[in-house]
């Protein structure tokens, strides 16, 4: 097996769910007491936090792109960053590195096209919602996107940075997530993205009014995927 390079801290609710996730699917596939080869930087998130009030993408694709040469420096055969949302800057990240980046939105929008979903709700950051990049690289794999309206993305916004990424899980905001999710299936959406690495902590893909997915856990399986593959053949080699 290769080594995994993860780019964690944002936050580190999801981060934790990350390392559970990779180990528990290594463990799972090659038994006993197997666990993976992971090295995880983790970022302070109230810096990342701050470069994304302020809109200054270009610094925090700097930050998270020195996070990235590190980890291959250390021997990480691909890197993770564990958040939707700073994938706006996956393509500076990637330009840094010699490794594959294993981005999030095309292995989610894998799934949904192998799972015949074509107009999935997405649950996620303003920044994810709103900016573009998402519903761009999902628009190249063929997939359309739905978002919630004006009141459902601050509601699912505030949600997730006010609650989710500070440890707390209420029932009524999990209420509110449904009811937009309701809201989509009326309007035409025939599946729903969890597109935040933490909405995982409050909705189960599994007990949706729509077939739900993951995105946590679809990358989490991608990585393990791909270390594993490449670790087979390298040693057939």
Not at 91 to 119: F, H, M, Y
Not at 185 to 191: C, Q, R, T
Not at 198 to 224: N, W
Request: proline letters at 3%; aromatic letters at 4%; glycine letters at 8%.
């Amino acid at each position: 097996m290769q080594m995994m390079g993860l780019i964690g801290g944002m936050s580190f609710e999801s981060s934790a769910v990350y390392y559970r996730l990779i180990n528990e699917a290594v463990r799972t596939r090659l038994g006993g007491l197997t666990s993976a080869e992971v090295i995880m930087h983790s970022v302070n998130f109230e810096s990342i936090v701050a470069l994304q009030k302020a809109g200054r993408w270009d610094d925090a694709a700097r930050r998270l792109g020195d996070v990235a040469v590190g980890l291959e420096k250390a021997g990480a055969s691909c890197v993770l960053i564990c958040t939707n949302t700073m994938h706006l800057v996956a393509g500076e990240v990637q330009a840094r590195i010699n490794v594959p980046l294993i981005n999030i939105i095309d292995e989610t929008a894998t799934a949904l096209k192998k799972n015949g979903a074509k107009r999935p709700l997405l649950l996620a950051t303003r920044y994810t919602m709103e900016h573009g990049f998402y519903a761009e690289r999902m628009r190249r794999n063929g997939v359309e996107i739905m978002v919630p309206d004006a009141g459902g993305r601050t509601a699912t916004h505030n949600i997730i940075f006010d609650e989710l990424c500070a440890g707390r899980v209420i029932d009524s905001s999990r209420e509110k997530l449904m009811a937009i999710i309701e809201q989509a299936k009326a309007e035409g959406a025939d599946s729903v993205i969890l597109g935040c690495t933490e909405i995982c902590l409050i909705l189960d893909p599994t007990a949706l009014p729509l077939p739900g997915f993951d995105s946590t856990t679809l990358h989490a399986e991608s990585a393990v995927d791909f270390c594993l593959a490449n670790g087979l053949a390298t040693n057939a080699a």
